[in-house]
Every structure is written in structure tokens, then in C-alpha cells.
């Protein structure tokens, strides 16, 4: 009986280590198709961004253009603006890749349900909540897939051992046999237990030990990996809050104010064309 149990066990933490590769699996694409959600909405923002660009350098090659007709700017200037429209119509065109190729990203990762041409909606919506990296280093180490799955490795390796413990124990074996001969027929039953004497199955045991010091290491690189990784990210997360604060709160309407009065001046004769691309 000690050995069928532990022989089930094995197999049942067997059975519970691919369930949380599956569940590694849902998580990864979840993660990954919620990436390509945003990065098609980013794409298409900075898509509207360039087609703005190009708007206001239009603009700007008009405004060169009246003060070059009227000898107020030499020519040099049409040549300046009319490249910098150039630049930025490229800049246009890499744009309307980039969305083409973040929908197909998108559509891949869905099984090529949405077709060739789509439309999504959605909003980049703000944080509402305050994270503490201790607190997400902690929830992982005790919910992650990852982790999950090495903790039922291990199970699965410490119940190998035991199996392989329980295994030099002599099995019991009943035997029966009917013999029939001329005038007779004989019957026969029999019980034999082998003792080994020199094979202590050490071998075996010794290969289930080291499987089980692998799983363990391998769960602790696990911890130790997703730590860091979480640590990590989390500073990032830090680092994209501090910036998109430092946006928000006047650097965006600053330069918006900067590139008004840079167009106004050029428009009057007291800037260049340089400083109002600069400014752009």
C-alpha cells in the first residue's frame, strides 16, 4: 500500500503542475494581448499626433512662404521649411505602419478573429490605486503560476523519494495454477516474498534525492527571479508616474505656449525659421 500511495501522490502533483502551466499560460496571454490593446491605442494617438504635425509645418511653410514672396525672408528659408515638411509626412507614413502592424499583432494574438481591418475603443485611464512593492512581491510569491507550479515540482520530487523509499520493501506475490494429467487434475496456490540482500534500490533513491534538491533550487531561482522582476517594474511603474505627472502639471502647456509665441514672432520678423522648428 505504501507504494501505490505515494505513487499516486507523485502523479497527483504531477497532474497539479501542469494545471499551473496552463494557468502561467492564461496569465502570459492575458498580459500580452492586453499590451497589444494599448499599444494599437498608443499607435493610433501618435498617428493623430503626426497628422497634427504635419497640419501645423503646412502652416509654417505657408506663413515662410508670404514672408519669402514679400523679400522679407530669403529663400534658404522655403528650402528649410518645405525639408522639414518632408521629415515630418515621413514621420507620418511610419506612423500609419506602425498602427497596421500593431493591429496585426493584436489580431495574431486574438487567432486572427478581428480580420484585416478593425477598429478598437479605449481610453488611457489614470491609476486609482497605490502600489507597494512589498505588498506585490508578497501576493506573487503566494499566487503566481510560476510559483505554484515549482511548489507542486517539488511535491512531485518529494513524493518520489518517498516511492522509491517504499520500493525496497518486498512485494507480496500470489500465484495459482491448475495441472491436469491423465487420471488427475491438480490444483495449487502460492505466496513468495523476495528479500533482496544486496540491491537496496540506492541508486534510484539517490536520483529521486537529487530531483528533489533541484526542485527545490529551481523554486527558490523562481522566488528570487520574480522578486527582482517585480522590484523592477515596479520602479519603472514609479518612474512613468513621476513623468507623466511632470507632463500634466505644465510641461505640455508650456511648450504649447512656447511654440505660439515662436509662431508669432517669425510671423512678425524678430525670430528665425530655426527657432520656430525648435519649438515644433
Avoid: C, W
Avoid at 24 to 42: G, I, S
Wanted: no cysteine; hydrophobic share 40%; net charge negative.
Amino acid at each position: 500500500p505504501g507504494k501505490r500511495i505515494y505513487r499516486r501522490k507523485a502523479a497527483e502533483a504531477e497532474v497539479g503542475v501542469a494545471r499551473e502551466e496552463t494557468e502561467d499560460f492564461r496569465l502570459e496571454l492575458t498580459a500580452q494581448v492586453k499590451e497589444a490593446f494599448f499599444n494599437v491605442l498608443l499607435s493610433e494617438r501618435l498617428l493623430d499626433v503626426s497628422r497634427k504635425n504635419v497640419e501645423t509645418v503646412e502652416a509654417v511653410v505657408r506663413s515662410v512662404k508670404l514672408r519669402v514672396d514679400s523679400g522679407e525672408a530669403p529663400e534658404l528659408e522655403m528650402i528649410k521649411a518645405r525639408v522639414e515638411l518632408l521629415k515630418v509626412t515621413k514621420d507620418l507614413k511610419r506612423a500609419e505602419n506602425r498602427v497596421v502592424l500593431a493591429k496585426a499583432v493584436l489580431n495574431s494574438l486574438l487567432g486572427g478573429t478581428f480580420g484585416e481591418d478593425y477598429e478598437i475603443q479605449g481610453e488611457f485611464l489614470a491609476p486609482d490605486k497605490h502600489l507597494e512593492s512589498a505588498l506585490l512581491v508578497d501576493t506573487a510569491l503566494a499566487q503566481h503560476p510560476q510559483i505554484l507550479r515549482q511548489k507542486k515540482a517539488f511535491e512531485a520530487a518529494d513524493y518520489a523519494l518517498l516511492r522509491e523509499r517504499q520500493a525496497r520493501i518486498p512485494d507480496l506475490v500470489l500465484k495459482g495454477s491448475i495441472t491436469d494429467e491423465i487420471d488427475k487434475r491438480s490444483y495449487a496456490v502460492g505466496l513468495s516474498v523476495s528479500f533482496p540482500i544486496f540491491y537496496q534500490r540506492q541508486g534510484e533513491i539517490a536520483v529521486a534525492q537529487a530531483g528533489k534538491a533541484r526542485a527545490q533550487a529551481e523554486l527558490e531561482r523562481t522566488q528570487v527571479e520574480l522578486t527582482k522582476l517585480i522590484i523592477q517594474e515596479y520602479q519603472n511603474y514609479q518612474i512613468a508616474l513621476d513623468q507623466l505627472d511632470v507632463f500634466e502639471k505644465g510641461l505640455i502647456k508650456q511648450a504649447d505656449e512656447a511654440l505660439r509665441i515662436a509662431r508669432f514672432s517669425y510671423e512678425q520678423g524678430e525670430s528665425d525659421l530655426l527657432d520656430l522648428l525648435d519649438s515644433q
